[in-house]
């Protein structure tokens, strides 16, 4: 057995059966390799920011982390904003980079370059395997690493990969459980919520499921606390059933105003919030100078079990939650517009699809929108670097084959990643994606007045470096030169038809909502 | 006067009058001093790996850098594949790398990253400017940085862009000259051409002149060297007039071959030949064993005056060249494949023509066949990154806007950054790109046979991975998505008229050659 033989058959024995890639010539034995060892599966997508999307996307939805398979530095360069995704939204990720045969470094050859000063910065465990027969352990390192939510990249010589390593699979590592919130914190939580101030709950992390969402309603209910969740958590469940929840909005104007008056801020999951960016006249801190915060729960604890006790603590067991009732919205009429869409959306949304959103300024009323839709797991951008969301739609398609994707995109992000449009047509993934096309970089308009930069008015040269539209994008041509079924809609009659078709249809449809 | 609006001054003032960027808020005050300061024009690219190989582009054929504008870490990430590319090619590269305004720093936004981290493994000069008043200086010293063939990385915080910069515009810098080769190494090496041994003079680094060709020729006829150019030279001086050269091969196997024998080797620029990868029974080293090396000249020497020297020092300055003639093969009939494909474009190939070759096994033929083709410069993908090939096609074009560009693209290499088809449309570029369509990784199908992965036969997994013909990729669609005029070619015929047709258009137009 070799040292790809070797690693594969451990990442199978540990569940990482998924492998997203694409290859290089130092990573031809690991490509060599899936034939030999059974049970590993292998998706490739055409640029490697698609596969470390997807694999992001695939670890949300099945808790657990595929592998990315990728070529030297340039690889990793092409696959870092993704990564730098993933890290944000604490999902587990396991990158697998060839490098040159450690024989090989010394030559300074083209494609030499220090691969773990580039994984540094985006991974929180950087390791390389320099002789074959270290490989089984170094990957079941590798896995452990990632299950906790972890960014954990390997580093692979290829003559660590071709070399013998008798060893055959690595040890088997418990998956670890979710570490249980200490007491002491929960005592300090109980006596915020009993201490009669006006008090936020924040709920954020990895993934704030229903559950979540439904025991803070009922310590809100029992307490008089608002509920919240951070801007962009990176999977929550919503739509009917689920417990109410304040967004926190994304423009720290109106964020400092959602958290107007909060005296006390219990962050469960969630970081302390922040804005997104600097502005020359906004402070940093979104919470009311003063207010006291407290750190409940980290992302990789015991968030369900820790909202339990806290309710069992304040006696309100017997609380019930305010739930979100469905309650679909009427089919509109009138102007194709980003709300017209959002409510068209909100109607059809079939029960249990995954909402992948990076739907930018064009897609901003569908998450408002779908409150009271079907009940759905809704997966955000965790860390700003767009080009994210066609790839986590066809990783999230691939972790759960038999529910709905569907991806809002804006134009401009997109065009970042339009490649995964030709895995989702190779792995004929059921993903319908609405492209919001408006022909600029919309947020940046916004962002530009908010920066006050020359007035907030951009003169000619800013403004053309905002537009998209010259040359217009058909995004219907670009997505059947892929393999991909799409059609182009002009008013809410087209929308609403293509939709409906589109989350019926199998295999993955596009519509360019021309906006 | 704000940071931004003196950063731009200077770099005007340094002869840097052109900026690739895909901006985002982090910039904006930046984009917004393009309006406020004359001189810089600024080309919006719709991913930064299209930015960053533009720049490498233009600098190769401009003679001086450009300046890229980039968004974070994240940015910066995309556009790593084509930044290390131009470092392996000595390519001049100016960075600036907006980041969160260092007030902002403390909070762990989404987008925070560490940039310098990131741009490390790919720069030779990492600066964070952290005052505006420092700008116009940091600047200068990134352009010296830069001019002198380094990539140079200047992050530049939002605060220290919108802050009062009262400076104005920064130094202005001397270009460095190339500095001369130091008389004992030409001492040398005429001991080493005079020594009656069998020697090779290699001609490599950032810019092998049609004069460097001509002087390595004469050389060579006055004292029986072989001279080799190395075998992705940054860029090359070819076709009619130029001196007689060959090519080191691409595969390890035949560049043994052809350096066998050789005792001696005279590195003009170029660097000890190695092995593109290793493989498990091939040497890294490519001169034979024993094989006396001297480095001549490094890629910032004068190499032309140590050549004219040298050859003044052997007494041969009346000896002539071995020129290559004009020579232009007849239109081919028949078959289309590589070699049709070939001849056709060294028979239609333009007087001064760039051609930018990332064809990669659909496109080998293409170097030797045009030999004796119409005189132009040829630019070869220096890092291995793939990618490279449409990005720099538009910064040529940018830098040479009278000349025709042609740009060679495998299929797999295209989808990479495809997105520069937009801003070839969008600056309206006289490119034709020839996209060789084959299908599927053909490098990687004769690299799995080279290294023997599974004694060299890919089984079904792994011939799937090198597969990508499933589905079939239309770039006549892709491209006219994007607003660039396009055919498919599926004889010689349809071939020759395209490619003449293409040659004489304005504007961009791709031919999808299926082969």
Not at 278 to 284: E, I, M
């Given at each position: 057995?070799n040292?790809?033989?070797?690693l594969i058959?451990?990442?199978?024995?540990?569940?990482?059966?998924l492998?997203?890639?694409?290859?290089?010539?130092?990573?031809?034995?690991?490509?060599?390799?899936l034939?030999?060892?059974?049970?590993?599966?292998c998706?490739?997508g055409?640029?490697?920011?698609?596969?470390?999307g997807?694999?992001?996307?695939?670890?949300?939805?099945?808790?657990?982390?595929?592998?990315t398979l990728l070529?030297?530095?340039?690889?990793?360069?092409?696959?870092?904003a993704?990564?730098?995704?993933?890290r944000?939204?604490?999902?587990p990720?396991?990158?697998i980079?060839?490098?040159?045969?450690?024989?090989?470094?010394?030559f300074d050859?083209?494609?030499?370059?220090?691969?773990?000063g580039?994984?540094?910065?985006?991974?929180?465990?950087?390791?390389?395997c320099?002789?074959p027969?270290?490989?089984?352990?170094d990957?079941?390192?590798a896995?452990?690493?990632?299950a906790?939510?972890?960014v954990?990249?390997?580093?692979?010589?290829?003559?660590?990969s071709?070399?013998?390593s008798?060893?055959?699979?690595?040890p088997?590592v418990a998956?670890p459980g979710?570490a249980?919130?200490?007491?002491?914190?929960?005592?300090?939580?109980?006596g915020?919520?009993r201490?009669?101030?006006?008090?936020?709950i924040?709920l954020?992390?990895r993934?704030?499921s229903?559950?979540?969402?439904?025991?803070?309603?009922?310590?809100?209910?029992?307490?008089?606390?608002?509920v919240f969740?951070?801007?962009?958590?990176?999977?929550?469940?919503?739509?009917?059933?689920?417990?109410r929840?304040?967004?926190?909005?994304y423009?720290?104007?109106?964020?400092?105003d959602?958290?107007?008056g909060?005296?006390?801020?219990i962050?469960?999951g969630?970081?302390?919030?922040?804005?997104?960016f600097?502005?020359?006249?906004?402070?940093?801190r979104?919470?009311p100078?003063?207010?006291?915060?407290?750190?409940?729960?980290?992302?990789?604890e015991?968030?369900?079990q820790?909202?339990?006790?806290?309710?069992?603590?304040?006696?309100?067991?017997?609380?019930s939650?305010d739930?979100?009732?469905?309650?679909l919205?009427?089919?509109p009429?009138?102007?194709?517009?980003?709300n017209?869409?959002?409510?068209?959306?909100?109607?059809?949304?079939?029960?249990?699809?995954?909402?992948v959103d990076?739907?930018?300024?064009?897609?901003?009323?569908?998450?408002p929108m779908?409150?009271c839709?079907?009940?759905?797991d809704?997966?955000?951008?965790?860390?700003?670097?767009i080009?994210?969301?066609?790839?986590a739609?066809?990783?999230?398609?691939?972790?759960?084959?038999?529910?709905?994707?569907?991806?809002?995109?804006?134009?401009?992000?997109?065009?970042?990643?339009l490649q995964?449009?030709?895995?989702?047509?190779?792995?004929h993934?059921?993903?319908?994606?609405?492209?919001?096309?408006?022909?600029?970089?919309?947020?940046?308009?916004?962002?530009f007045?908010?920066?006050?930069?020359?007035?907030?008015t951009p003169?000619p040269?800013?403004?053309?470096?905002?537009?998209?539209?010259?040359?217009d994008?058909?995004?219907?041509?670009?997505?059947?030169?892929?393999?991909?079924s799409?059609?182009?809609v002009?008013?809410?009659?087209e929308?609403?038809?293509?939709?409906?078709?589109?989350?019926?249809?199998?295999g993955?449809?596009?519509?360019d909502v021309?906006?």
């Open positions: 057995m040292g790809a033989e070797s058959n451990t990442l199978v024995a540990n569940g990482v059966d492998c997203f890639t694409n290859p290089g010539t130092s990573e031809m034995h690991f490509v060599a390799a034939d030999e060892v059974p049970g590993m599966r998706v490739l055409l640029f490697e920011g698609v596969v470390s997807a694999a992001d996307g695939y670890a949300r939805m099945a808790g657990k982390p595929a592998a070529h030297l530095g340039p690889g990793l360069g092409n696959a870092l993704n990564v730098h995704n993933a944000k939204g604490h999902v990720m396991l990158n980079i060839g490098d040159h045969a450690t024989t090989h470094r010394q050859a083209p494609l030499s370059s220090d691969i773990a580039i994984a540094g910065p985006v991974s929180h465990w950087v390791h390389t320099e002789r027969e270290h490989i089984a352990e990957a079941a390192e896995v452990r690493r990632a906790a939510g972890q954990a990249t390997l580093i692979l010589p290829a003559d660590v071709w070399g013998d008798p060893g055959g699979a690595g088997v998956r979710s249980p919130v200490p007491a002491e914190r929960l005592q300090k939580a109980l915020m919520l201490a009669g101030k006006r008090t936020g924040m954020g992390g993934d704030v229903g559950e979540q969402t439904l025991l803070a309603s009922r310590i809100a209910r029992a307490t008089g606390a608002r969740t951070d801007t962009f958590p990176t999977r929550v469940r919503r739509g009917a059933g689920t417990g929840v304040e967004r926190l909005p423009l720290a104007e109106f964020a400092l959602a958290l107007k909060l005296e006390q801020l962050l469960v969630a970081a302390s919030p922040v804005s997104f600097a502005y020359p006249d906004l402070p940093g979104l919470a100078e003063g207010c006291d915060e407290l750190v409940l729960a980290q992302p990789g015991d968030i369900e820790a909202l339990e006790r806290l309710l069992e603590l304040l006696d309100a067991v017997n609380v939650p739930v979100y009732p469905l309650e919205p009427e089919l009429s009138g102007e194709l517009d980003a017209s869409v959002a409510q068209s959306l909100a109607h059809y949304l079939p029960e249990n699809a995954i909402v990076e739907g930018i300024t064009g897609g901003m009323a569908c998450f779908t409150a839709a079907q009940p759905h809704w997966l955000n951008q965790t860390g700003g670097a080009g994210w969301g066609l790839p739609a066809v990783g999230a398609a691939l972790a759960c084959p038999d529910r709905r994707v569907i991806c809002l995109e804006g134009d401009g992000s997109a065009m970042y990643t995964a449009l030709w895995t989702m047509a190779r792995e993934l059921d993903i319908t994606v609405v492209i919001f096309n408006n022909r600029r970089y919309g947020i940046l308009e916004l962002e007045q908010r920066t006050g930069a020359r007035g907030g003169g040269k800013a403004a053309s470096s905002l537009n998209i539209g010259s040359p994008m058909d995004f219907v041509d670009m997505a059947r030169g892929m393999g991909v799409a059609s182009t002009a008013t809410i009659d929308f609403k038809q293509a939709l409906e078709q589109a989350l019926a249809a199998p993955p449809r596009l519509i021309l906006l």
